[in-house]
């Protein structure tokens, strides 16, 4: 389902925070690193660019937000860069396991449906000429004796 959001095609020139678009001086730039910094990051697997053709690297909104997140661990938490890479990833799996809940209560709420129209279906299928039957309920007293032996 490439192109594909919400159930409707995407538009392939329209930007997202996701489309690499920055050249890796220019990404340097906007997140207040030095080129080679960045290529440190990639080599380490913190910050992973796209990659063109020609294996430059393409940076995207995302990966500079990213960029500037691992700077501010590093420099103002004072992390290092193996547990910024750590919290990367357990801030990755939270989100795929949001998804993946998201994508769980969704189904929960089909199969409900689907369960609800099933007993609508099975209650609409009683016959309608048979009455249940009740007996009438006495207050009457009953006592019970034995027998004697005489």
């Known amino acids: 389902m490439d192109g594909m959001r919400g159930g ?3 538009n392939p020139y329209q930007l997202t925070e996701e489309s690499p678009v ?3 001086s220019v990404a340097a730039q906007l997140s207040g ?3 080679q910094t960045l290529r440190q990051y990639d080599r380490l697997g913190l910050v992973s660019p796209d990659r063109t053709a020609g294996r430059g ?3 995207s909104a995302r990966d500079i937000e990213l960029l500037r997140e ?3 661990l590093s420099q103002d938490e004072g992390i290092n860069l193996a547990g910024i890479k750590r919290i990367i990833e357990l801030e990755n799996q939270v ?4 998804a993946r809940i998201a994508e769980l ?3 929960a709420e089909g199969m409900s449906a689907a369960i609800q129209q099933r007993e609508a279906a099975v209650h609409a299928s009683y016959r309608r000429d048979l009455v249940p039957y009740q007996e009438k309920q006495t207050t009457a007293l009953v ?3 034995p027998k004697r032996n005489d």
Do not use: E, G, K
């Not at 989100?95 to 949001?98: D, S």
């Open 70 to 72: 691992v700077q501010r």
């Open 105 to 107: 209560a969704v189904a």
């Open 57 to 59: 690297r393409r940076y």
């Open 22 to 24: 920055y050249v890796i």
């Open 33 to 35: 690193l030095h080129p």
């Open 8 to 10: 409707r095609m995407r």
């Open 143 to 145: 006592v019970w004796r």
């Open 95 to 98: 989100t795929a396991l949001q």
